[in-house]
């Protein structure tokens, strides 16, 4: 990691600690995450990784936070190289473009790439994904890859948002608006998921909907079968309606999978958030931040300290047993879980108590992708 202002500065000491640490010349493939202080002047920052990094691949994109097991970068100037060695990427990145317009398609080209690959429908290999967090739509895209590539493991995360817009990295090519990705041949990593937000209580049924209204849940209107929820859940005593409403904040529309196994190297349970934008006691309705998919099931969930404490810890003890010694740990983290003022201890407190003397590699993000798209999650990713 460096500090330092000066663009060319920053990316000469990130590489050169990051070779220093791998104890080589040079990288095979490197991943480069940095604040948005350098980006400020894109073509300066493209002709320094071009300068330092020549003729080594390497993917990144721009970022609110990173940090390893030592340091971070929060908001402020930092510059996070990781440098990998022995690991072959010719002909194994790609990129795709005008995610928004395209919508499902960037799978199409997923696929086509995939297939220029001898051996890939065949092998247990892994798909990294780095898309622009504004951008990016997932719609059937995943769905679409775990279809055609059921031995596929995909990952990875969308930018957090900044000032300004979010931007990925190629070659040295620095983009907006695209998704890029590389081929992990022959690596399937130990994958746990932590969440601060739950599905609560059984599946719910969203009898109508007009654009973004929720009008009835299980044939009630939606804003009682809110109240409903919290009551049951919290045994909330009686109170004012703005009283009220400060606990209906912490609500959440979870979508999980209504089919569908999960990879077999994952602990916890995928599943997508869908923020409530607001409720109106009189009509009651409540608004939706983001379009539902009905293909899925719909619950009803909160945000508490305790699922992401207490639960996380059961899932890394249950990660330490299936792999206890990883050779490194990324982490792909909500921007989120770092800004919740309840919390007691931070997604890095957490893995490094179970993985002590492991290197860390750690990113904020928007979007979390493991058997699709998941937000306000962390990914914990542990390589043998």
């Known amino acids: 990691m460096s500090r330092a202002k000066d663009a060319q500065a920053a990316v ?10 791998l104890g080589a010349l040079n990288a095979d493939f490197s991943i480069i995450v940095y604040t948005y202080d350098y980006v400020l002047e894109p073509d300066v920052l493209s002709a320094v990784l071009k300068r330092v990094f020549k003729n080594t691949p ?11 097991e030592k340091d971070m970068a929060e908001g402020e100037n930092g510059i996070f190289v990781l440098s990998i060695k022995d690991i072959d990427v010719t002909n194994k990145i790609f990129k795709v473009h005008s995610l928004k317009e395209k919508g499902a398609l960037w799978a199409g ?20 994904l780095i898309g622009d967090g504004i ?29 300004p817009q979010c931007s990925l990295v190629h070659d040295g090519e620095i983009y907006s608006n695209s998704l890029i990705g590389v081929y992990l041949e022959n690596i ?33 209107p939606a804003f009682y079968r809110l109240c409903e929820h919290l009551m049951a859940m919290d045994d909330l005593p009686m109170m004012s309606p703005d009283e009220f409403r400060k606990h209906m904040g912490n609500l959440y ?19 997508r958030v869908v923020s409530l934008l607001g409720s109106e006691m009189t009509t009651g309705m409540v608004a939706v931040g983001e379009a539902l998919d009905f293909s899925c099931q719909h619950h009803l969930g909160q945000k508490k300290v305790k699922y992401i404490e207490d639960l996380a810890e059961e899932n890394l003890m249950k990660l330490k047993e299936c792999i206890p010694e990883p050779q490194i740990i990324w982490m792909l983290c909500s921007t989120a879980h770092f800004r919740d003022k309840e919390r007691t201890k931070n997604d890095l407190q957490i893995v490094q108590k179970h993985f002590p003397g492991t290197p860390i590699f750690g990113v904020g993000s928007h979007g979390e992708y493991y058997d699709g798209l998941n937000h306000q999650a962390s990914l914990i990713i542990a390589f043998e």
Not at 109 to 128: A, C, H
Request: proline share 3%.
């Open 188 to 220: 399937q990593p130990w994958v746990s998921l932590l969440q601060n937000i739950w599905p609560e209580g059984e599946a719910i049924d969203i009898n109508r909907m007009s654009e973004n209204l929720l009008i009835e849940i299980d044939e009630k």
């Open 58 to 68: 390497h993917i990144g994109c721009s970022t609110w936070s990173a940090w390893n």
């Open 253 to 271: 529309i979870v979508e999980t999978p209504a089919s569908g196994k999960a990879s077999s190297q994952m602990l916890g349970q995928a599943y």
């Open 12 to 21: 000469q000491e990130a590489y050169r600690q990051s070779l220093q640490r």
């Open 109 to 128: 080209e997923t696929i086509r790439f995939l297939d220029s690959i001898e051996g890939s429908r065949e092998s247990k290999s892994s798909l990294f």
């Open 135 to 163: 951008h990016f739509s997932a719609a059937e895209g995943f769905r679409r890859l775990r279809e055609e590539f059921p031995k596929l493991q995909v990952f990875g995360f969308g930018t957090s948002y900044g000032i």
